[in-house]
């Protein structure tokens, strides 16, 4: 088969615009999902239908109806509505909209509408240079982006906007959307027969993965691809569905939000001893892009924080997976931390090292530093000796089970203690010789008395 074969009948729309940008909704009566922010009886959707809209922020994932949104904003209250991009335009740029704005709110009253894709990508200067003309009206401001506003948005921008969180579509609301661009004949692929297989629209909303941009590019190139059958219905299959999205979108950004959400993920199922979960949030990670010596990274650091003396070992398969990933790389590299996060979420927990060391710092840092007593103090040189560096010193060795007795802290802090071993793991045997210590220098004092 040649491609001209392939493409001798294309799917009504071939050659326009794609049918992810013709089937944005031309009203709220179109709009899929999102009931919670802009449903009927949400304050954002009552304010814009009573043209009392305010400029807002859209904070959500790709493919979710963030610039879908704008437009509809500034039709229901028929504003100028003007693009403006983060990575092309500057301050120079912005005083150019301003002008265009107080034009023509002169001349015919009419608000206009700045929408700011990625808005995240903007820096401060071009932040600021904003606030004055938010403040007074000028201009309402739509901003839009995957990142969490509270880190990419200045405070002051952020304190003049309302921040609307949108949420990833459902998969019912992905097929909603697909089943309506089948349909429709002026926007969409509906004067082309298309049959798409209900296994196919299913495996094609769950891929989605809650970007109908990504379903809607999908579902036009399998169309395009399927050739019509004898009865000029183009059947698309769950095959050709597979080909056209060739694998799952995943929803990842090393430096965005999600990267934490996962992180946190895979740390908590770690925590939590379920090493399914902790495989999956692992795969979600490796698979999305992430840097995976940032991964080995947090897999050392969970193995002193929750595992700790627990299994002694998880710190030495922790740092060897680490070295593993730096020798061999990336897909190889991808079992060694598959191994080390089994092992971790497998082994014995404890956050008595975690615990102590908080309780230790927070000495340090909450009291005067005491000197170092005398007794445990190096005397390498005649001076320091004759100062009494030293002075009192009792060699462990020279006693039972290796045990003086003798304080080894400042006066101040005597009794202080900051490690209570569990009775997990090899912690209980830390424990049980701790205790078999205490109980030897006791004894010692008994003894004296």
Not at 306 to 332: M, S, T, W
Not at 333 to 354: E, F
Not at 417 to 423: A, I, L, S
Request: glycine share 8%; proline share 5%; aromatic share 6%.
């Amino acid at each position: 088969m040649t491609p001209s074969d392939l493409f001798s009948e294309r799917p009504a729309g071939e050659g326009k615009s794609p049918l992810a940008d013709r089937m944005r909704p031309c009203d709220f009566d179109e709009f899929v999902g999102q009931e919670k922010a802009i449903g009927k009886d949400s304050v954002l959707r009552r304010a814009i239908e009573q043209g009392e809209i305010q400029s807002v922020i859209f904070w959500g994932p790709p493919g979710t109806g963030k610039t879908t949104l704008a437009h509809l904003i500034s039709t229901v209250t028929d504003s100028t509505f003007i693009a403006f991009s983060a990575v092309t335009a500057g301050v120079k740029e912005i005083r150019g909209v301003v002008a265009s704005a107080e034009m023509n709110m002169n001349l015919n009253g009419r608000k206009t509408i700045l929408f700011v894709d990625e808005i995240h990508r903007f820096n401060k200067a071009q932040q600021d240079a904003f606030l004055p003309h938010v403040e007074k009206g000028t201009i309402i401001l739509i901003g839009a982006t995957t990142e969490n506003p509270s880190f990419e948005v200045n405070s002051a921008l952020l304190s003049r906007s309302r921040v609307v969180m949108l949420d990833k579509l459902l998969e019912e609301d992905i097929k909603k959307i697909i089943t309506h661009a089948l349909a429709d004949e002026e926007r969409g692929l509906g004067t082309t027969p298309i049959e798409l297989e209900p296994e196919a629209l299913d495996h094609l909303a769950a891929q989605a993965d809650g970007d109908a941009r990504i379903a809607l590019n999908a579902v036009e190139m399998a169309a395009a691809a399927t050739r019509p059958g004898e009865d000029g219905v183009r059947k698309i299959g769950l095959e050709t569905i597979e080909g056209a999205m060739q694998k799952k979108a995943l929803l990842y950004d090393r430096a965005g939000e999600e990267h934490y959400n996962i992180i946190s993920a895979l740390h908590k199922s770690l925590r939590g001893s379920d090493p399914d979960a902790s495989l999956y949030w692992l795969a979600r990670m490796l698979e999305g892009g992430e840097d995976p010596l940032f991964i080995a990274r947090r897999l050392v650091r969970f193995a002193s924080e929750d595992i700790g003396n627990a299994d002694p070992h998880a710190l030495l398969v922790a740092v060897a997976a680490k070295d593993a990933v730096h020798f061999i790389g990336r897909p190889e590299g991808d079992l060694a931390l598959a191994q080390a996060a089994v092992y971790l979420a497998t082994a014995p927990k404890s956050n008595a090292i975690y615990t102590a060391y908080g309780k230790a710092k927070e000495d340090v840092v909450s009291r005067p530093a005491p000197p170092v007593p005398f007794h445990i103090r190096n005397a390498p040189t005649r001076m320091m000796s004759e100062l009494g560096f030293g002075d009192g010193y009792v060699y462990p060795h020279d006693n039972q089970d290796a045990v003086a007795e003798q304080s080894y802290l400042p006066s101040e802090l005597k009794n202080a203690r900051y490690y209570e071993p569990t009775d997990r793991g090899y912690e209980a045997k830390i424990k049980a010789r701790l205790e078999k210590w205490r109980k030897i220098l006791a004894d010692r004092r008994r003894r004296k008395k």
